[in-house]
């Protein structure tokens, strides 16, 4: 099946320094992807959508300048935290959309983000 | 804009136990609906879905029916046993097949935690 792939699953990085994480498609193309952060023991919030080929849409509230995020190919999106700070360390997931009729969703296993 | 609220947690069980897990909505339209688990330290996998009223989803012998009338999609199961403790979120997204779809908004996450 379908399947959705995030790297790194955990990543520590210093305080004032940038991180990547990349969800990819694994077997489909997916037009779109969506990023989520969950704090621990709360819910997912959306933070953006992710939309091949052109800039990403961000939910209210989320500083686009500081999480940049990237979809330059139908497989790959990327999330860039910059200059990142200790309030950043969270649970970073992603999903990506099948294309057509009955689309799915699928996924990825998350990114442990940890800031010191 | 949309919005799921489910029932508060933890919720403590017995194996064998009777689960239901309350969940309701608010959105426009006709959303598809999800139940979504996560097992500790791990990311999200799809328990089931229902895409229209009255529609059932069931995997593992969770169930959940698409109630519009009560605007409601509750999770039971008649038998639970130890490996289902987790967290589950209900979650919506509107517009199946429409570019909004995949956009999930969810519930706040229900702890449960089965002893033997």
């Known amino acids: 099946g379908a399947v959705v792939s995030q790297h790194p699953s955990w990543v520590i990085c210093k305080s004032g320094t940038s991180v990547k994480i990349e969800c990819r498609s694994l077997?489909?193309?997916?037009?779109?992807m969506f990023w989520y952060r969950q704090f621990p023991k709360q819910s997912l919030m959306l933070m953006a959508t992710?939309?091949?080929?052109?800039?990403?849409?961000?939910e209210q509230g989320v500083e686009k300048d500081k999480f940049l995020i990237n979809h330059a190919s139908l497989t790959l999106s990327t999330l860039t935290v910059t200059s990142a700070h200790p309030e950043d360390s969270s649970f970073y997931i992603c999903s990506a959309r099948t294309a057509g009729s009955g689309n799915t969703i699928y996924f990825g296993e998350g990114s442990w983000l940890t800031v010191v | 804009g949309n919005s799921v609220t489910q029932m508060e947690g933890p919720v403590t069980l017995s194996e064998e136990a009777f689960l239901t897990i309350n969940c309701t909505y608010t959105a426009t339209g006709y959303p598809s609906l999800f139940w979504y688990v996560q097992y500790p330290g791990e990311g999200l996998q799809l328990l089931l879905k229902a895409t229209k009223a009255d529609d059932k989803g069931s995997n593992k012998g969770f169930e959940a029916t698409y109630r519009k009338e009560t605007t409601s999609f509750h999770l039971e199961k008649g038998s639970v046993q130890v490996s289902d403790s987790a967290v589950y979120f209900c979650?919506?997204?509107?517009?199946?097949?429409?570019?909004?779809?995949?956009?999930?908004?969810f519930g706040q996450g229900t702890i449960l935690t089965v002893h033997p």
């Open positions: 992710s939309n091949e080929g052109s800039k990403a849409t961000y």
């Open positions: 979650a919506l997204t509107s517009n199946a097949g429409g570019t909004s779809y995949g956009k999930l908004t």
């Open positions: 077997d489909f193309q997916a037009t779109t």
